[in-house]
């Protein structure tokens, strides 16, 4: 079927492409879809409101950007979106700026919270005709291993439908049922702690300049913009630590110690919430007729900010390759999608893991000891005296390496 259209067949709904999620992969796989005229509906368990208030990752990194342009989304998307050219790695309260547009010829990202993301994706696929369903209960995918898969789902009233389709894209994030309908031995999860405890917070609070890391032997901390008026604020805790151990109070008097600025303006804070520092991948991100996409395959530690890319980067490759089994009747790239997503989702988590190493080392002493501190400080270092290093870590942050498909 093409067009995104849905036909009724003996009280069964059929259409090529079931996406399973509305969040950043999802939308991305049914937009491109969509401009690529294949019918697909899209099932999400929230209502709008709450898949447009989410707020999460700020930077859209270069090759997401790219997914975007070359599929004709651009355009509307990152309109008045500006670069994200410059990071700010404030060590022991010293500015240092650091360049990642110098260091990859401008091809530096943009700073786009995925609050906007999401609200420009949703608009831009219902103003297209497109067919997404919020308040899907019960989402349940029935036959994914043969030739004629098919999902259920209840309505906001209370009414089952079935779904018919060919491939289903299970784009639901890391706890929805997708990967769980996988056999467990049709899959290896991999799975790793940094044992180091993530908390953040968002606040109506001015946002930085740039991008900011704070190193310091006080501990990490870091301040993104989300939109004009609002931070993100992410703070190295202890592993276990519970919301009440992190009073709004203490909040802000950690901020301040840990970015080396008593005039950090505080403001409410919207949201607090502990971080499972949990890094997983399953290999392959796909069974039968089923593809995984985004946090639905691989959960990364936000050093880095690669989850919300990786996502968009695996829905690229997606979208590209059921476009081809749908219009062509070549499965090939489907059947090599998993790896050709899987080198990059690992180069990330490399990334992301020595960025923390870097971050986390260089700071609070008893993390791992002054050896490790020295080496970290020296990691860090490099970073301005070295082209070389420069260039790497700009190019990993930007995401202009791992030229794969989708990169
Ligand atoms: P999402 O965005 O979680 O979307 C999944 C969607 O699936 C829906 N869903 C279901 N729908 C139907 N039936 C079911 N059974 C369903 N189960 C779930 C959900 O309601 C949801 O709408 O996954 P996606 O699309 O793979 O995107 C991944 C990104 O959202 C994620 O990697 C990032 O947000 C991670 N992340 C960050 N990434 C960055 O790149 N930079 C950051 O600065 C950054 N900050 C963050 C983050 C994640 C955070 N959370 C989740 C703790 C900050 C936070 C607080």
Not at 247 to 265: K, T, Y
């Amino acid at each position: 079927m093409g067009g995104g259209e849905v036909s009724e067949a003996v009280g069964v709904e059929v259409t090529d492409v079931v996406v399973i999620g509305a969040g950043v992969a999802g939308l991305t796989v049914g937009n491109l879809l969509r401009r690529n005229g294949v019918g697909c509906v899209v099932l999400e368990r929230h209502d709008r409101s709450y898949v447009e208030q989410r707020q999460r990752a700020g930077v859209l990194d270069y090759r997401a950007e790219q997914v975007y342009m070359r599929g004709g989304l651009g355009d509307r998307l990152l309109d008045g979106v500006p670069p994200s050219t410059l990071i700010e790695i404030r060590v022991d309260g010293v500015e240092r700026l650091f360049d990642v547009a110098e260091h990859t010829a401008g091809r530096s990202g943009r700073l786009l919270s995925q609050q906007l993301l999401v609200q420009r994706l949703i608009a831009m696929f219902l103003d297209e005709g497109g067919d997404l369903r919020f308040d899907a209960a019960d989402v349940a995918l029935h036959g994914v291993q043969g030739d004629q898969p098919w999902v259920s789902y209840r309505d906001a009233d209370g009414g089952t439908h079935r779904l018919g389709c060919r491939y289903v894209a299970g784009c639901d994030g890391f706890h929805g049922v997708s990967r769980a309908s996988m056999p467990g031995d049709a899959v290896t999860t991999y799975e790793d702690a940094e044992n180091i405890g993530w908390f953040t917070v968002l606040a109506d609070s001015p946002p930085p300049r740039y991008a900011l890391f704070g190193v310091s032997r006080h501990g990490f901390a870091a301040q993104f913009a989300r939109g004009r008026t609002a931070s993100r604020f992410y703070l190295q805790c202890g592993v276990g630590d519970g919301l009440q151990e992190w009073s709004d109070e203490r909040v802000w008097q950690q901020l301040r110690l840990r970015l080396g600025d008593e005039q950090l303006p505080g403001g409410p804070i919207v949201d607090k919430s502990i971080i499972d520092a949990h890094s997983i991948v399953v290999d392959p991100m796909a069974h039968g007729r089923l593809f995984l996409a985004g946090d639905a395959a691989h959960i990364i530690t936000p050093m880095g900010g690669k989850g919300m890319n990786l996502a968009i980067a695996d829905a690229g490759v997606l979208a590209e390759a059921l476009s081809t089994a749908i219009h062509h009747g070549d499965e090939e790239s489907l059947r090599s999608y998993s790896a050709a997503c899987l080198p990059r989702v690992w180069s990330d988590q490399e990334f992301s893991r020595w960025m923390s190493e870097m971050m986390f080392h260089a700071g609070d002493i008893s993390i791992a000891g002054p050896f490790r501190w020295q080496l970290a400080r020296a990691r860090l270092e490099r970073l301005f005296t070295s082209t070389t290093a420069a260039e790497a870590f700009a190019a990993k942050l930007a995401g202009t390496t791992d030229a794969g498909p989708g990169a």
